[in-house]
């Protein structure tokens, strides 16, 4: 491997990798049918979801080791994107209030 190739990550961590989003997926399914969690349900749905986000873009799609360029085209699209849902989830909720 020559100085200016990207390290990649071994077998091992894209397997230890693999293991941590299925827990993650069996988390979530789990906390669907815990009734307790019905108040903080979504929230904690949509962290565990960005989690996996993360891991996955992070290691399979190997942002972590493209430069940090790339990384910028990446998210800063994602940034407007994530803002945008969430000023639109909070105009739908005012409208539902208002109504």
């Known amino acids: 491997m020559t100085e200016h190739e990207p390290r ?3 077998v091992r961590t894209y397997v230890v990798i693999a293991v ?4 993650i997926t069996v988390i979530e399914v789990a906390a669907i049918y815990v009734r ?3 108040p903080i349900l979504i929230p904690t749905l949509l ?4 989690a996996k986000f993360l891991l996955v873009v992070l290691f399979f799609m190997h942002l972590r080791h493209d430069s940090r360029v790339l ?13 945008t849902v969430l000023a ?5 909720h005012a409208m539902m209030v208002s109504a």
Request: proline share 3%.
């Open 20 to 23: 941590v989003l299925t827990l």
């Open 88 to 92: 639109l989830i909070a105009l739908i």
């Open 71 to 83: 990384t910028a085209l990446f998210a800063g699209p994602m940034v407007i994107a994530i803002a």
């Open 47 to 50: 962290v565990l979801s960005l």
């Open 8 to 10: 990649h990550a071994s």
């Open 36 to 38: 307790t969690l019905t």
